[in-house]
């Protein structure tokens, strides 16, 4: 697109907004709030690098397709990560899981392993003054096949487990310390049982002593945040998950930790952009999983809908950005992996400033007068406002692509590279 066809369009675009109180380049300034971890995992179909062609297996988590230009070692995933970079606006960090250290061609378990697993991630990072987030492992691994980590019953497997994510904490500590950016480390298990259980209490109670044990060590919060991680149900988990939502926010309201809230993660009908105020009565910050769950928890990437918008428009309307860490979650292996990237993430942006270009204050005072044809009527205009064009005014003064210019690019960059892997 020409600089000067989005220069004009964003002047009009200014002025529509104007007639509604709405500053659109303060808008856009106030966009450098939004940081979007980008999840690792998209690059390679959640491998990893433990040992050679690693592939998804149990746990409940499955990634379909076999699109062509998976990355296949660390240099390429960083490779197709710079790619995404440069094609999306705003600010960005990386979500890393601990399967992706390197660790020179050694099996190393994951009881095993330290900083110097991850130093090289760390030194990326610190290249392009990005922060990093951390995740414990606890799938695709022997010691899950039975489908419990750190409820399991099987005493020197739990021990396992807690080992793992202790030495994950420490490392994410060490991330947040080097790089000066607190590292946000959640903790997600696969554990549960595909049909009725018996003892539901006996696997929380384990649960609940496993965290307590690998929650003991303390590192500053200006290092590394705890995030705790529910889910409704998974593949051979269908009658109960130990780690439920209930579960999940008691501790983290007892023990001060981060509630991650992941929109695929609970019934198809419930709103997680609903959940946000409430949780945030009780706890200090949160960690969002942001998805697209056709079907329940089907990890497609992210679109621009109404789910994604609920989420923004609630951190948007009450300034949450300080107690709120937005992060991907989504591996879609059927589409190019690198355009799945940039689609998911610009939904999420975009989202974000269809938000911030909202009358908040006219549309409250709609709403607390009792003028609810007003306030619906206002929200219906604003739809068919030019938010398209403060976007594309965004992404120039950005200097990435505008509109669907970033399309051509992933081609060029599917045949230049991907289809050489």
């Given at each position: 697109?020409k600089?000067?066809?989005?220069?004009?369009?964003?002047?009009?675009?200014k002025?529509?907004?104007?007639e509604?109180?709405?500053?659109t380049?303060?808008?856009?300034?106030?966009m450098?709030?939004?940081?979007?971890?980008?999840?690792?995992?998209q690059?390679?179909?959640?491998?990893g690098?433990?040992?050679?062609?690693?592939?998804?297996?149990?746990?409940?988590?499955?990634?379909?397709?076999?699109y062509?230009?998976k990355a296949?070692?660390?240099?390429?995933m960083?490779?197709?990560?710079?790619?995404?970079?440069s094609?999306?606006?705003?600010?960005?960090?990386?979500?890393l899981?601990?399967?992706y250290?390197?660790f020179g061609?050694?099996?190393?378990?994951?009881?095993q392993i330290?900083?110097?697993?991850f130093?090289?991630?760390?030194?990326?990072?610190?290249e392009?003054?990005?922060?990093?987030d951390?995740?414990?492992?606890?799938?695709?691994h022997?010691?899950?096949?039975?489908?419990?980590t750190?409820?399991?019953?099987?005493?020197?497997?739990?021990k396992?487990?807690?080992?793992h994510?202790?030495r994950?904490?420490?490392i994410a500590?060490?991330m947040?310390?080097?790089?000066?950016?607190?590292?946000?480390h959640?903790?997600?298990?696969?554990?549960?049982?595909?049909d009725?259980?018996?003892?539901?209490?006996g696997?929380?109670?384990?649960l609940?002593?496993?965290?307590d044990?690998?929650?003991?060590a303390?590192?500053?919060k200006?290092?590394?945040?705890?995030?705790?991680?529910s889910?409704?149900?998974?593949?051979?988990?269908?009658?109960m998950?130990?780690?439920?939502?209930d579960?999940?926010?008691?501790?983290?309201?007892?023990?001060?930790?981060?509630?991650?809230?992941?929109?695929?993660h609970f019934?198809?009908t419930?709103q997680?952009?609903?959940?946000?105020?409430?949780?945030l009565?009780?706890?200090?910050e949160?960690?969002?999983?942001?998805?697209?769950p056709?079907?329940?928890d089907?990890?497609?990437?992210?679109?621009?809908?109404d789910?994604i918008?609920?989420?923004?428009?609630?951190?948007?309307?009450?300034n949450?950005?300080?107690?709120?860490?937005?992060?991907?979650?989504?591996?879609?292996?059927?589409?190019?992996?690198?355009?799945?990237?940039?689609i998911?993430?610009?939904a999420?942006q975009?989202?974000?400033?269809?938000a911030?270009?909202?009358?908040t204050?006219?549309?409250?005072?709609y709403?607390?007068?009792g003028?609810?044809f007003?306030?619906l009527?206002?929200?219906?205009?604003?739809?068919?406002?030019?938010?398209?064009?403060?976007?594309?005014?965004?992404?120039?003064v950005?200097?990435?692509?505008?509109?669907?210019?970033?399309?051509?690019?992933?081609?060029?960059?599917e045949?230049?590279?991907?289809?050489?892997?």
């Amino acid at each position: 697109m020409k600089k000067e066809f989005i220069e004009k369009a964003y002047q009009i675009a200014k002025e529509q907004y104007a007639e509604y109180g709405i500053d659109t380049d303060t808008v856009i300034q106030k966009m450098n709030e939004v940081v979007i971890s980008l999840h690792c995992w998209q690059t390679d179909d959640v491998g990893g690098f433990e040992k050679p062609e690693a592939t998804l297996s149990g746990g409940g988590i499955q990634a379909t397709g076999n699109y062509p230009g998976k990355a296949k070692t660390i240099a390429q995933m960083r490779q197709d990560l710079d790619k995404v970079m440069s094609l999306l606006p705003g600010k960005q960090r990386l979500n890393l899981h601990a399967i992706y250290g390197e660790f020179g061609g050694k099996l190393v378990d994951r009881n095993q392993i330290d900083v110097e697993h991850f130093q090289g991630w760390i030194d990326w990072a610190k290249e392009r003054g990005m922060g990093l987030d951390f995740n414990a492992t606890c799938f695709s691994h022997p010691r899950a096949e039975d489908g419990f980590t750190l409820s399991s019953k099987n005493e020197e497997n739990r021990k396992f487990w807690v080992e793992h994510v202790k030495r994950c904490r420490k490392i994410a500590a060490e991330m947040g310390k080097q790089l000066g950016k607190p590292c946000v480390h959640n903790t997600w298990i696969p554990d549960g049982s595909k049909d009725v259980p018996i003892d539901r209490n006996g696997y929380r109670t384990l649960l609940k002593k496993s965290l307590d044990e690998a929650f003991s060590a303390e590192y500053p919060k200006e290092f590394m945040k705890d995030a705790i991680e529910s889910k409704l149900f998974g593949i051979g988990a269908e009658s109960m998950t130990v780690g439920s939502h209930d579960f999940y926010l008691g501790y983290a309201v007892k023990n001060n930790k981060l509630i991650c809230l992941d929109n695929g993660h609970f019934h198809p009908t419930e709103q997680v952009g609903d959940k946000i105020s409430a949780c945030l009565q009780f706890v200090d910050e949160i960690l969002l999983h942001v998805t697209r769950p056709i079907r329940w928890d089907s990890d497609h990437a992210v679109t621009l809908n109404d789910e994604i918008q609920l989420i923004a428009s609630e951190i948007v309307r009450n300034n949450f950005f300080k107690r709120v860490n937005i992060g991907l979650d989504f591996f879609d292996a059927s589409i190019n992996r690198i355009g799945a990237y940039v689609i998911g993430t610009r939904a999420a942006q975009q989202a974000f400033l269809i938000a911030m270009l909202e009358p908040t204050e006219t549309l409250k005072a709609y709403e607390e007068k009792g003028k609810n044809f007003e306030r619906l009527a206002l929200l219906e205009v604003l739809k068919t406002r030019s938010f398209g064009a403060v976007w594309d005014y965004y992404c120039m003064v950005n200097n990435v692509p505008a509109g669907g210019e970033y399309i051509s690019e992933i081609q060029k960059y599917e045949t230049e590279v991907l289809l050489k892997r």
